[in-house]
C-alpha cells in the first residue's frame, strides 16, 4: 500500500497518449472566433498610424483592436511579476515583436491572413540592442527576488583576501538568451457571460491567472474561472500571465464572443519571457592548501525597458552558499535594453549562475594542480555559510562519492588533450549541482467515501512532470487505499488555492496539504461515521524555513568527445547522481532528472537566441534554427537518487526535482572540453569555431 | 498564410500547361513551401500539387542514375544500386533533416528549397532575395551560418541543400520541361546562379519550368565517394560546412577527381582548384593536406562565419583521407 517512491505509471498516461487529455487551445467552446496577434518589425519608437482598411475588408473579419482603439484597462495589477506591457494601452514600442494589434475573425485562416494585411506605420527611435555594449548604464533592481533581499551582499573582505592568495581567477562569463520554447505554445480561449470571464489557458498558475485577470478588467477575482487541466511544458514562460491570455479576454469583450488566442511558435520569442543574457564578473581565490579564500562575483543581466517591469536573474545565490569560503560578495545589476521583458526558464539564477560559477571553481582547481572533486572536497560547507544556519539535510558528499564510483572518476587523466580515440579528444568534466527547496501554502479539499474511495481537489498545475500521478500517491499512501481509489482533480480555479507550478516546490506545498485534508476526512469518517466525510484543509511552512537551510543538491559527471581537427563536440556519457529529499514516484524522478539533464546539455552546446543588432529583432525564431537537443545528441544517461530521509524541510521530505538536474550541467560539460582540449570556453554555447585550434 | 487557388492535376502535361500561369508555383512534398507559405514569405495566387502525377521513378542501370523529381528522399537514400555506385548521394540524404521530413521530401523539391537565412525568412526584416532592393541586413548581422563563397553586397545566403552538394561533386545534370518547350538538360553546376545584384534569382528555370529528373552518370570516383557534414547538433540541421568527394584512384594515383562543398557558398560550392591540386598526384597525406588548404580560395568571410573557412578546409581534408583510404 506505501505506493510513494514507487514507480507507479502516470495515472493520466492513456489519456495523453490517445490524445483525449485537453489542452486549453482544445476545448470545444460554441460560437467560437479567432484571435491573431500583430507584432512590432521595429525595436523602439511609437505607432504613428495603422492602416488596417486591406484587412478590415478581408472576409470573415470581426475586429482590429490597436492602441486607438482597444479598451481602456483597470491595470490593477496582481501578479507575481508585474507584465505591465504591451496591452494595446499607448502608442509606444518598446521592443521588436511586441504586439501592437489583434485582429479578430471567423476562422483562424481568415485572421491570419487579416494579420498580415495589417499595415504600420512607426516614428522610429534607436533600439538599444546589446547588452553587452550598456554595461556601464547598470542599476541595481529595486525588487530583487520579490524585495526579500537586496541584490548585493558581502562577508569578509575579498578584496583584500584576494590580493594575497596563491592562486586566482579573475575571469569573465557569458550565457546568452535562451527560450523555453515547451511543447505547447501558449494558448487562450476567453469567454465573457455577462461581467464574469472563463478563461481556459496554459497556465504554471490559476491562481495568479485569476488575480491578475481580474485586476486588469476592474472585477473581483472570484467573477474570474480559470481552467486548464492540462500544460504542455512550461520551463517559466507560463508562470506569469501574458499579455496574449488577456489580450484573448480583451478581444472577447470587443467582438461580444467567445476568443481563441493561440501564440505561433515565433510569436513565443516575444510574447513570454526568456532567460536573460548574463555577463558574469567572477574572481576566486585560494591558498596553497586549495582552501577557498576569497570568491567575487558580480553579476548583470539583460533586463527589457523598466517601465514594462522587472526581473533580475540571481546568478550570484549559489556563490553565497556553496563553498565554506570566509570572504564572499556577491552583486546584481540589470542593463536596460529593447527587449521584450525576462523571466523565470527552469533553474533560474542557478543555470546561468552556476556556470560561471563550477567553470571557476574548475578553472581554480587547474591553477592549484588539484583534482577539481578533491578541491571542491576540501571546501565542502558543512553548515550553511552564508546564513550560519544548519541545513535541514545535505547529502552532497554521499552524491560526489557515489556520482564519481559509477562514472569512474578515478581514472581521469588530467592532462587536456591526453585522453583519445584516434582522431577524437576525450574530455571528462565535473560540476555541483544545487537548488533551495521552497515551499508555500496550499489548501486541499477530500471527500472520503466508506468505500475507500477519495475525491481530492486543488487549485494546482500539472505541467506534465507528473502531479496528478504523485498527489493520487500521496493520498493513497495517507488513506492506505489503492492509487485507483484516488480521484485527483486539478487546473480550476473554483478548487482549494495552490502556489505557482515553480521553483520545483509543487510536492513541498500540495503534498502536505492534500496529506492533511485526507487525514482530516479519514478522521471525520472514523469519528462520525457515515457514508462520505470531506475536508478541507490549509496548510502553509512553519519555523524550519528561518530555522534551517534548505537546498537540493547534486554532482554533475560528463564525458564529451571533440574531434581534434573538425571540433564537434558530441557528449558521449553522463552520470548525475542527486539529493532531492525523499522520491516521490521513481518513474517520474528518472523522467525529471533526465529531462533536466538534457535542457542543461541544450544549455552547453546548443540554445541561443540571436538578435539583430540593428534592429533588436530576433533572427531564430522558429526550432529549425534555435537548437535544442534531439535523441542523437543525448547519450546513455544515468542518474542516481541518493538516499535522505529528512523530514525537516517539509512533511513529505520532497526536496524539489524539476529544477535540480539542469544546474552545473553547462559547467560540467565546459569543464570536459576543457579536459578534452585545453580550451577553457567561457560562454555557452560552446560551439565548433571554440574549439578550432 | 493568403489565400491560394489548388489545382491537383493527374497528368505531367496538365501540370505543366496550369504551371504555366502567372504568380503559380509547383509544390512536391511541401516541407519547404509550406513553412514559406505560412510565413508569408511565399504568397502565390495558384499551387500546382505535383503529388498526382507520378514522375517518382528510380532507375539505375549501366548508363547511369535517373532520379525522378518526386521520387522521396527517403526512397532514394534506401536504394541499393544508389547506395553500391553513388554513395555519396545516399550519405547526403541521410544527413539531410528528419526521417519525416524525408519520407515527405522529394528530389526536385529539396534542389529547390530556399535558404535558410533567418532574414529571407520573417517578413520583418528587409532582405533583397525577398524583396529587391530592400537592403541586405544579414551581411553586417547575424551571419554565422552565412555564405563565405559566391556573395554579394545584396546577399549571402546559402544554399541549404545536401543533395546537391553531392550532385554538384558527380557531375549530375537535371532534365527541365515546360509547356510548349522541348525538355531541355543543364549541367547542375550551370544551374544555380550567384546572387549578384539580382539574389531574387536563384536558378536558370524559366517561368513555368520543372525539374523533372535528375541524371547521374557512372563512374569509377562515384562509387568511391563520401559526404562529411559539420554542424552543432547530431541530426536535423543544416551544414555549417559540408565536404562531397569522389575519387578514382589507381595505384596510389588521383586519376578523377570530384571535391564540392556546401554551407559556404551561396550555391553548392565545385572546389577545382583542390581537384587539379590532385588530378594524377600521388594521393598521400602531404598531397591531400596541401590540396585541401587550396579549399574556398577568394572567400570573403563576414565576421561571425570566418570560421568556416578554416574549417571547410579541414572537412576537405578529412573526407579526402576518407574516400582515399
Known amino acids: 500500500m506505501a505506493s510513494i517512491g514507487q514507480g507507479v505509471d502516470r495515472v493520466d498516461g492513456r489519456l495523453k497518449v490517445t490524445g483525449r487529455a485537453r489542452y486549453a487551445a482544445e476545448f470545444p467552446i460554441s460560437d467560437l472566433v479567432h484571435a491573431v496577434l500583430v507584432q512590432s518589425t521595429i525595436g523602439a519608437g511609437t505607432i504613428a498610424a495603422v492602416d488596417m482598411g486591406a484587412a478590415q475588408a478581408m472576409p470573415g473579419v470581426l475586429a482590429i483592436i490597436t492602441p486607438d482603439n482597444a479598451p481602456k484597462l483597470a491595470m490593477k495589477g496582481g501578479a507575481q511579476q508585474a507584465v505591465r506591457a504591451p496591452l494595446l494601452q499607448d502608442n509606444a514600442v518598446h521592443f521588436n515583436g511586441q504586439h501592437v494589434a489583434v485582429v479578430v475573425a471567423q476562422t483562424l485562416v481568415q485572421a491570419n491572413a487579416a494579420a498580415s494585411q495589417v499595415r504600420i506605420r512607426y516614428r522610429r527611435d534607436e533600439p538599444v540592442t546589446s547588452m553587452d555594449a550598456a554595461l556601464a548604464q547598470a542599476y541595481p533592481p529595486k525588487n530583487f527576488r520579490n524585495g526579500e533581499r537586496p541584490p548585493d551582499s558581502r562577508r569578509g573582505d575579498p578584496d583584500t583576501a584576494f590580493d594575497g592568495a596563491a592562486a586566482k581567477v579573475d575571469v569573465t562569463y557569458i550565457t546568452p538568451i535562451e527560450h523555453h520554447n515547451p511543447m505547447e505554445p501558449h494558448a487562450t480561449i476567453a469567454r465573457w457571460d455577462g461581467d464574469r470571464l472563463t478563461v481556459w489557458t496554459a497556465t504554471q498558475g490559476i491562481s495568479g491567472a485569476q488575480q491578475s485577470l481580474a485586476g486588469l478588467f476592474g472585477i473581483a477575482p472570484q467573477d474570474v474561472h480559470i481552467v486548464c487541466p492540462f500544460v504542455g511544458g512550461g520551463f517559466g514562460c507560463k508562470g506569469n500571465t501574458w499579455p496574449p491570455a488577456t489580450l484573448a479576454a480583451m478581444a472577447a469583450k470587443v467582438v461580444g464572443r467567445p476568443v481563441k488566442l493561440a501564440v505561433t511558435r515565433a510569436q513565443m520569442f516575444t510574447s513570454n519571457g526568456y532567460r536573460p543574457r548574463t555577463v558574469q564578473k567572477l574572481r576566486f581565490a585560494a591558498d596553497d592548501q586549495g582552501r577557498l579564500v576569497s570568491m567575487r562575483h558580480d553579476g548583470f543581466s539583460q533586463m527589457s525597458q523598466p517601465v514594462l517591469g522587472e526581473f533580475s536573474e540571481p546568478v550570484g545565490l549559489a556563490t553565497e552558499m556553496l563553498y565554506a569560503c570566509p570572504n564572499v560578495a556577491v552583486s546584481h545589476r540589470l542593463v536596460a535594453t529593447n527587449a521584450s521583458l525576462p523571466t523565470y526558464m527552469r533553474a533560474p539564477g542557478l543555470a546561468s549562475g552556476n556556470f560561471a560559477l563550477e567553470s571557476a571553481i574548475d578553472e581554480l582547481a587547474v591553477a592549484l594542480k588539484m583534482d577539481p572533486l578533491e578541491f571542491r572536497l576540501r571546501n565542502y560547507a558543512e553548515q550553511e555559510p552564508h546564513q550560519n544556519k544548519p541545513f535541514a539535510s545535505k547529502a552532497l558528499r554521499a552524491c560526489y562519492q557515489q556520482g564519481a564510483e559509477a562514472f569512474g572518476w578515478s581514472r581521469r587523466s588530467a592532462e587536456p588533450r591526453s585522453m583519445r580515440d584516434g582522431s577524437v579528444l576525450i574530455g571528462w568534466g565535473m560540476a555541483t549541482s544545487t537548488y533551495p527547496t521552497h515551499r508555500m501554502p496550499a489548501s486541499a479539499y477530500v471527500r472520503l467515501g466508506a468505500d475507500n474511495s477519495a475525491l481530492v481537489r486543488v487549485g494546482t498545475q500539472d505541467l506534465g512532470t507528473g502531479t496528478y500521478t504523485v498527489m493520487s500517491q500521496i493520498a493513497a499512501n495517507t488513506l492506505g487505499v489503492p492509487v485507483e481509489r484516488i480521484r485527483f482533480e486539478l487546473g480550476d480555479s473554483a478548487f482549494p488555492h495552490a502556489p505557482v507550478s515553480g521553483g520545483s516546490m509543487t510536492v513541498a506545498s500540495v503534498g502536505p496539504a492534500v496529506k492533511a485534508a485526507c487525514e482530516a476526512a479519514r478522521a471525520k469518517l472514523q469519528r462520525d461515521g457515515g457514508e462520505v466525510a470531506e475536508a478541507s484543509v490549509d496548510v502553509k511552512p512553519g519555523e524550519e524555513e528561518h530555522r534551517y537551510a534548505m537546498h537540493a543538491f547534486g554532482a554533475q559527471f560528463v564525458e564529451v568527445r571533440v574531434d581534434a581537427e573538425l571540433g564537434e563536440i558530441r557528449v558521449s556519457r553522463f552520470v548525475g547522481a542527486f539529493d532531492a529529499g525523499r522520491v516521490m514516484n521513481a518513474k517520474t524522478a528518472r523522467s525529471q532528472l533526465i529531462g533536466g539533464i538534457v535542457y542543461g546539455l541544450g544549455m552547453a552546446l546548443l540554445e541561443e537566441t540571436h538578435v539583430d543588432g540593428e534592429t533588436g529583432r530576433i533572427v531564430n525564431a522558429n526550432i529549425a534554427e534555435y537548437l535544442v537537443p534531439v535523441n542523437a545528441d543525448v547519450p546513455d544517461i544515468q542518474t542516481i537518487i541518493v538516499p535522505n530521509d529528512e523530514l525537516v524541510s517539509n512533511p513529505l521530505g520532497a526536496k524539489g526535482i524539476g529544477e535540480l538536474p539542469m544546474v552545473g550541467v553547462a559547467a560540467a560539460v565546459a569543464n570536459a572540453v576543457y579536459n578534452a582540449t585545453g580550451v577553457r570556453v567561457r560562454k555557452v554555447p560552446i560551439r565548433i569555431e571554440d574549439v578550432l585550434v | ?325
Open chain 2, 1 to 325: 498564410m493568403q489565400a491560394f487557388h489548388l489545382a491537383q492535376p493527374t497528368m505531367l502535361l496538365d501540370a505543366l500547361a496550369i504551371g504555366n500561369a502567372a504568380d503559380t508555383k509547383f509544390i512536391a512534398g511541401g516541407t519547404d513551401l509550406m513553412q514559406l507559405l505560412k510565413d508569408n514569405v511565399e504568397t502565390p495566387a495558384q499551387l500546382v500539387d505535383l503529388e498526382g502525377v507520378g514522375l517518382s521513378q528510380i532507375r539505375a542501370d549501366a548508363s547511369g542514375l535517373r532520379l525522378e523529381a518526386m521520387a522521396r528522399m527517403s526512397d532514394v537514400a534506401a536504394h541499393l544500386d544508389v547506395r553500391a555506385q553513388w554513395p555519396v548521394i545516399a550519405q547526403a540524404l541521410e544527413a539531410s533533416a528528419s526521417p519525416q521530413v524525408r519520407n515527405m521530401g522529394t528530389i526536385g523539391g529539396n534542389l529547390l528549397q530556399r535558404t535558410r537565412c533567418g532574414y529571407f525568412r520573417d517578413t520583418g526584416f528587409n532582405c533583397n532575395k525577398r524583396e529587391p532592393g530592400s537592403g541586405c541586413p544579414a551581411i553586417a548581422g547575424e551571419n554565422r551560418m552565412l555564405a563565405i563563397l559566391g556573395g554579394s553586397d545584396h546577399c549571402i545566403a546559402t544554399h541549404a541543400s545536401d543533395l546537391a552538394v553531392a550532385l554538384t561533386a558527380l557531375d549530375a545534370v537535371l532534365e527541365l520541361r515546360r509547356a510548349g518547350d522541348a525538355p531541355r538538360q543543364v549541367p547542375i553546376t550551370e544551374f544555380y546562379r550567384l546572387p549578384g545584384t539580382t539574389p531574387q534569382i536563384e536558378t536558370v528555370l524559366r517561368p513555368g519550368e520543372m525539374i523533372t529528373a535528375v541524371i547521374v552518370p557512372p563512374s569509377a570516383a562515384a562509387r568511391n565517394s563520401h559526404y562529411l557534414k559539420l554542424r552543432d547538433r547530431a541530426s536535423f540541421e543544416f551544414a555549417l560546412v559540408s565536404a562531397a568527394v569522389a575519387l578514382d584512384v589507381r595505384d596510389g594515383t588521383g586519376r578523377d577527381i570530384r571535391v564540392a562543398a556546401g554551407g559556404v557558398g551561396t550555391r553548392p560550392w565545385r572546389l577545382p582548384e583542390v581537384e587539379a591540386a590532385l588530378r594524377g598526384k600521388k594521393l598521400n597525406d602531404d598531397a591531400l593536406r596541401e590540396a585541401s588548404s587550396r579549399a574556398g580560395e577568394g572567400a570573403r568571410p563576414a565576421g561571425q562565419n570566418a570560421f568556416k573557412q578554416i574549417l571547410l578546409r579541414r572537412a576537405v581534408l578529412r573526407t579526402l583521407q576518407t574516400a582515399s583510404a
